[in-house]
Nanobody
């Protein structure tokens, strides 16, 4: 049974940093595109960042460029999201997602095969 388990969320002051992790129990993890999404209260889930299978290419939503960095370790079957210069508007539940065939558009929620349960990030002003 495939599982994605996020960790690393918490409460941080504006300007602070957090590093999220997503451990995947996928035997062929290196064959999957991985992404991070987030969902704030009352809002739709939105794509944050994506990384290709070998980690060669990374992609970011405009609102996190220069502040967030996605990376992966295919030996540890883990994808990370390093977040710096956090803002109150970054407050959300953060989810990791895995796609075997590629989502088409990074933001297409239905294009992902597996999702984690989410980790809460709260940024205080």
């Amino acid at each position: 049974q495939v599982q994605l388990v996020e960790s690393g969320g918490g409460l941080v002051q504006a300007g602070g940093s957090l590093r999220l992790s997503c451990a995947a129990s996928i035997r062929t993890f290196s064959n999957y595109l991985m992404a991070w999404f987030r969902q704030a209260p009352g809002k739709e889930r939105e794509w944050v960042a994506g990384i290709t299978e070998r980690g060669v290419r990374t992609y970011y939503a405009d609102f996190v460029k220069g502040r967030f960095t996605i990376s992966r370790d295919n030996v540890k079957n883990t994808v990370y999201l390093q977040m710096i210069s956090l803002k109150p508007e970054d407050t959300a539940v953060y989810y990791c997602a895995a796609s075997r065939r590629g989502p088409g558009d990074w933001g297409r929620v239905s294009g992902y095969d597996y999702w984690g349960q989410g980790t809460h990030v709260t940024v205080s002003s």
